[in-house]
């Protein structure tokens, strides 16, 4: 059950690391020895919680359960931290760092696809400190967009792993942000691009899956992209193509199962627990994007169910490999941030 309880303990794992500097795994190219320096300096809104994109994603579950909880309890020190982190001077300095030579590749897509998220999540935001916040975020905003820009039309082929260089996913997150924000030039790119990528595809090799270190599926994150380019009876035949397990599988008959992490504590591992949520809500997604009637709905809704109840029990904290950035994964879940209206939807 998500309530205020809950989004009180999702808050809490954000406002545990936002600010939590070490232990900390950079992803970093040195110009000179001028770029010597702790994360404090070289990210100074985005240090915390171990890397970069879960700092980000970290701020932007904050926003997200402030906006959903606006009177409880852990607003106060949620706005606060918000405050701290993303004044004008750090993200000047942001913007900066992603502009800087060398770094044409820092985290892309997945940080980038992330700190869009952020920024469209802060724009809509009705309140005085939300506002402020988006123009202060503006200038890391563009230097992401032009990034992406220049990088998508170059992109010969996607990238199908299950962790952060996978473009299906990312293209989800960006898609979403530029239709929230009225950006129809970037959506369009994003469209053609996930047409061109995808829309050929056909039997994907769901059996293959997972490998041991995805937090994403490479299938599902396709079929989730794609509801949100397709109509819903041109997703519904695509699907049919492009995943025919769901169509062949028979009621009572599991063709997807939640996975197990076999070590918490080990920063790699413990992404099957996240792989377990984001299936989640990719299936949720996918029976989103399908019309209503399809038959292929139970079975989809009974395994989003499935994966959703494994993957919140393992949002524990008690090991920081996970605890810094599974609460990120939890809230987008459980707040259906990809599937409800304000998701871009068809």
């Known amino acids: 059950m998500f309530d205020v309880n809950a989004a009180e303990r999702f808050a809490n794992l954000a406002l545990a690391c936002v600010h939590k500097e070490y232990p900390n795994k950079l992803s970093h190219s040195l110009n000179s020895d001028a770029d010597v320096a702790p994360p404090r300096k070289l990210t100074p809104a985005f240090y915390g919680c171990y890397d ?26 949620a706005r606060e931290a918000l405050r701290q982190s993303l004044t004008a001077e750090n993200i000047a300095q942001e913007a900066a760092y992603l502009r800087a030579e060398g770094r044409a590749s820092f985290e892309r897509p997945y940080g980038l696809a992330w700190l869009l998220q952020l920024a469209a999540e802060v724009r809509e935001w009705d309140d005085p400190q939300a506002r402020e916040m988006a123009a202060n975020l503006r200038p890391a905003e563009l230097a992401a967009l032009e990034r992406l820009q220049d990088w998508l039309p170059k992109l010969s082929y996607p990238v199908r792993i299950g962790e952060h260089s996978q473009t299906a996913f990312s293209l989800g997150l960006i898609l979403d942000y530029a239709r929230a924000t009225g950006d129809e030039k970037f959506a369009e790119l994003v469209e053609a691009r996930a047409r061109h990528f995808y829309l050929a595809d056909k039997d994907c090799p769901l059996a293959y899956e997972p490998s041991g270190e995805d937090f994403l599926s490479p299938c599902l994150g396709e079929a989730d992209l794609m509801r949100r380019v397709l109509t819903h009876d041109e997703f519904a035949g695509w699907l049919r193509t492009f995943l025919p397990q769901i169509s062949q599988s028979r009621s009572g008959v599991s063709w997807l199962e939640p996975v197990v992490s076999p070590d918490p504590s080990d920063p790699k591992l413990a992404h099957l627990d996240g792989l377990n949520l984001s299936r989640a809500w990719m299936l949720e997604g996918i029976a989103a994007g399908l019309p209503r009637g399809d038959k292929r709905l139970p079975l989809i809704i009974a395994a989003a169910e499935k994966h959703k109840r494994a993957g919140l029990a393992a949002v524990t904290g008690q090991h920081y490999e996970g605890g810094h950035w599974l609460g990120s994964f939890a809230v987008y879940l459980v707040t259906k941030r990809g599937v409800g209206s304000d998701s871009g939807g068809h």
């Open 52 to 77: 970069w994109h879960s700092s980000v994603h970290g701020h932007w579950l904050l926003v997200r359960l402030i906006r959903t909880f606006p009177d409880a309890k852990f607003v106060p020190a």
